[in-house]
């Protein structure tokens, strides 16, 4: 009553941004009067943001107040959290479109986008409701396209010619980009199914041609990554995550890796990251007479900066180091992280706690890992290349014998 009481007595004067989020339910009748007034005011920049306990279908947002006749409607940048959204025509100058935990059907969604062509970005997230997703070449501005967790989506059909950068996570879904589709940065996080690593390799050089910039992240890979039929002519950044649940899958074998660096041609900046809580490869350590697996007619000439994130001394990912060394012409810094500091500035300055936990079975592998970096890779380091090795930190990461 008191937030009522004030909003109908300001003026309104100036005002551009209205946002309304709330942690507790509160009556449908408050809300519509609210936003009666953000429409009498021409507001920009229009947010509604409801309990994500509460059920999407709760609160109908009102689109009726806000009709794009030219004269009330000047929205540019929409966000609408927990609630319904049922519009029937476009927003004319609408430029930033959020959308999560928000009830919109497949038809309502494409009617809005379809008619609202000044549209740059667009962000949907918990969004249950969408099956299909549908972008037409008429978005000409559309630059930024970002679905995560929309768990029953199928397919993303995107046309606009000028997005330029994509993310996902959520299930795997079929893309259907256009020819004249220009992405240059994407990320991939495929939180629920094996092998995206392997599916990306095989599907997206040709869904993006034009990609420069690549992460993907993947909780499972029980498949080598493949020989990749057609490059990636202009990647010039790769990330790979590989978050395993306990430990990554044993039948993984890191060295496979090795071909999707050889179908980047351009690459420059290469990151590895595996997180995991223990180690179940078969350890370099394990047969020192065993030799170490070479591929020396794969070159990378471009590659200049590499970091390898919770390197172990797992023989697959021993020899991807060696490999790199030995095969990238260009090569100014290899950077190995035994316990996973991806925030860490300076591994030799600390203070008691600063540094994220570790468990015991990882402390101990990385104790591991040092020894392999000792015997199988310091001594192979040209000397225009800098080796950083990153060891667990003696005060926080102290195991009890």
């Known amino acids: ?90 927003f004319g100058y609408l430029r930033k479109l959020r959308l999560f935990w928000v009830h919109i059907t497949v038809d309502e969604l494409e009617c809005l986008i379809s008619k609202s062509p000044a549209l740059e970005h667009l962000a949907l997230k918990y969004c249950y409701t969408i099956t299909y997703l549908k972008i037409p070449s008429l978005l ?20 606009a010619p000028n997005l330029s950068t994509f993310y996902f996570s959520g299930r795997q879904v079929e893309l259907l980009f256009g020819c004249s589709v220009q992405v240059k940065t994407m990320e991939m996080r495929c939180s629920t199914q094996c092998n995206t690593i392997y599916n990306a390799c095989a599907n997206l050089p040709s869904i993006v041609p034009n990609i420069e910039t690549l992460s993907i992240s993947s909780v499972s890979e029980v498949v080598n990554t493949p020989i990749v039929p057609v ?19 044993p039948d993984y074998d890191y060295f496979s890796l090795v071909s999707l660096l050889d179908a980047c041609p351009v690459l420059e900046t290469f990151n590895l990251f595996v997180s995991q809580d ?8 394990g047969d020192p007479s065993s030799r170490l697996r070479q591929m020396p007619e794969y070159r990378h000439d471009n590659i200049k900066n590499v970091k390898i ?23 100014e810094c290899l950077t190995l992280d035994t316990i996973r500091a991806v925030f860490s500035i300076d591994r030799h300055i600390h203070k008691t706690g600063e540094c994220g936990h570790i468990g015991r079975h990882m402390i101990r592998e990385a104790r591991k890992a040092l020894l392999a970096v000792k015997r199988y890779i310091v001594g192979i380091v040209p000397s225009t290349v800098k080796l950083n090795v990153l060891e667990p930190c003696k005060l926080c990461h102290a195991l009890a014998v």
């Open 309 to 331: 994130i919770g390197f172990c001394s797992a023989k697959s990912m021993v020899e991807l180091a060696c490999h790199i060394l030995e095969n990238a012409t260009s090569l």
């Open 278 to 285: 223990r180690m179940k490869h078969d350890s370099v350590l």
């Open 231 to 249: 490059k990636f002519l202009h990647l010039k950044y790769l990330s790979i995550s590989l978050e395993g649940n306990g430990a990554f899958s």
């Open 1 to 90: 009553m008191k937030v009522d009481h004030i909003l109908k007595k300001h003026s309104g004067k100036g005002v551009k941004k209205f946002r309304i989020e709330l942690h507790i339910p509160v009556d449908p009748c408050y809300l519509n009067s609210w936003l009666q007034i953000a429409a009498e005011l021409r507001i920009e920049e229009l947010a509604v943001v409801l309990p994500s306990t509460c059920n999407a279908n709760d609160y109908d947002f009102p689109c009726a107040l806000f009709v794009d006749d030219g004269c009330r409607n000047a929205i540019e940048h929409l966000c609408l959290g927990g609630c319904a959204f049922h519009p029937t025509a476009g």
């Open 140 to 159: 000409q501005h559309l630059s930024y396209l970002m679905v995560a967790a929309c768990a029953n989506l199928q397919t993303i059909e995107c046309k």
